[in-house]
C-alpha cells in the first residue's frame, strides 16, 4: 500500500522554527517529485514547494521563498521541510503529495498523505 506521512506539526510562536517530515512507502521513491501542500482554516489548498527525486528539480512558492528549504534523503524515503521564520499566516494543515516525474506538481496528483497540523501563534 502506498502511503506519505506527515510529521512534525505543533504549536509554534512567531518568528520561531520547525522542520516537518514526510515519509513515503509502497512506491519508487527516485522516480517521484514530493511536495508539500498547504490548507489554512477556510481557505483552499496551496502548493508551497517542491522537490524532484527524478530531476532534481525543485519549485517554491513566492510565500514561502527564503524562509522555508526544502530537501530530501533518499535513504529513508523521506522529505523534509525547515520552516523559519514562521509567521501567523503560516497557520494550517499541512499535507505532503506524490507524482510521477518533476518539479512543480501538476494536476491530478498521484498520492496525498494524511496532514499535519501547523498552528504560528501572534
Known amino acids: 500500500d502506498v502511503q506519505l506521512q506527515a510529521y512534525g506539526g505543533g504549536l509554534v510562536q512567531a518568528g520561531g522554527y520547525l522542520r516537518l517530515s514526510c515519509v513515503a512507502s509502497?512506491?519508487?521513491?527516485?522516480?517521484?517529485?514530493i511536495a508539500w501542500f498547504r490548507q489554512a482554516p477556510g481557505k483552499g489548498r496551496e502548493g508551497i514547494s517542491c522537490?524532484?527525486?527524478?530531476?532534481?528539480?525543485?519549485w517554491s512558492a513566492d510565500s514561502v521563498k527564503g524562509r522555508f528549504t526544502i530537501s530530501s534523503d533518499n535513504g529513508k524515503n523521506t522529505v523534509y521541510l525547515q520552516m523559519r521564520s514562521l509567521r501567523p499566516e503560516d497557520t494550517g494543515v499541512y499535507y505532503c503529495?506524490?507524482?510521477?516525474?518533476?518539479?512543480?506538481?501538476?494536476?491530478?496528483?498521484?498520492?496525498w498523505g494524511r496532514g499535519t497540523l501547523v498552528t504560528v501563534s501572534s
Open positions: 503529495v506524490a507524482q510521477n516525474g518533476n518539479c512543480p506538481l501538476v494536476a491530478p496528483y498521484d498520492y
Open positions: 509502497g512506491f519508487t521513491f527516485d522516480d517521484y517529485a
Open positions: 522537490i524532484s527525486n527524478y530531476d532534481g528539480s525543485r
